[in-house]
């Protein structure tokens, strides 16, 4: 089945920093990646999704970027806000059919004002 | 549109003890989802449905857990008896035409 590995755990930076999220995958056959925001008590919510046909995908400050060879995927907030801070989750799946996404174990962003 | 619905949103029992959770997907949303999300940890997937099928359920310990989709709109997951490695966030998911939408989830605390 597939695993998805995220880095780091826990990531500290200052506001207006920017922030980078790293994913890996290992089936080759994932084709479609989520990621999810969750706030503290809160329920994940989606952020920004890519495909497999596309490299890279931006949604104001955040964008994502996907090496299909290499086999990873990352997150990238650019100009940090300290409502940014809450728990990221990357997740990797086959689109299409019983469509089950594999998630990584989170990391947690926190951003000092 | 209205998002899914959980109840209830916090429960705590004691060990052995049994528990019910129930979810109501999106309207018109046929692939539902459970997770079990201990603490520090991504959701990991306990049952998928679609509508009132089982597609998967390789992950459900099936000797305390059980959960149904009877009518493919509302599901219940039930825990019977629970253990204190329990103690996690029951989310419940659905999945429209693009990805998954969450429910609030179930704050389960086993004592």
């Known amino acids: 089945g597939e695993n998805v590995e995220q880095h780091p755990s826990t990531l500290s930076v200052q506001e207006g920093d920017s922030a980078v999220i790293k994913c890996t995958y290992s089936?080759?056959?994932?084709?479609?990646f989520p990621w999810y925001k969750q706030e503290l008590g809160k329920r994940p919510q989606l952020i920004i999704d890519i495909r497999s046909n596309v490299g890279e995908k931006k949604d104001q400050r955040i964008a994502v970027t996907l090496n299909k060879t290499a086999k990873h995927f990352s997150l990238h907030i650019t100009e940090t806000q300290p409502e940014d801070s809450a728990v990221y989750f990357c997740?990797?799946?086959?689109?299409?059919?019983?469509?089950?996404?594999?998630f990584g174990r989170g990391t947690s962003l926190i951003v000092h004002p | 549109e209205a998002g899914v619905a959980q109840s209830p949103r916090y429960k705590i029992i004691e060990k052995r003890q049994s528990v019910a959770f129930w979810c109501n997907p999106i309207s018109g949303h046929a692939t539902l989802y459970w997770y079990q999300q201990i603490l520090g940890q991504g959701p990991k997937l306990l049952i998928q449905f679609q509508n009132n099928g089982v597609v998967d359920d390789s992950q459900l310990p099936k000797d305390r857990f059980s959960a149904e989709r009877l009518k493919g709109v509302d599901s219940t997951l039930k825990i019977q008896p629970a253990k204190l490695e329990d103690s996690a966030v029951y989310l419940c998911?659905?999945?429209?035409?693009?990805?998954?939408?969450f429910g609030p989830g179930t704050r389960l605390l086993v004592l």
């Open positions: 089936d080759s056959a994932s084709n479609y």
């Open positions: 998911a659905t999945k429209g035409e693009a990805a998954q939408y």
């Open positions: 997740a990797a799946s086959r689109s299409g059919g019983s469509y089950i996404p594999t």
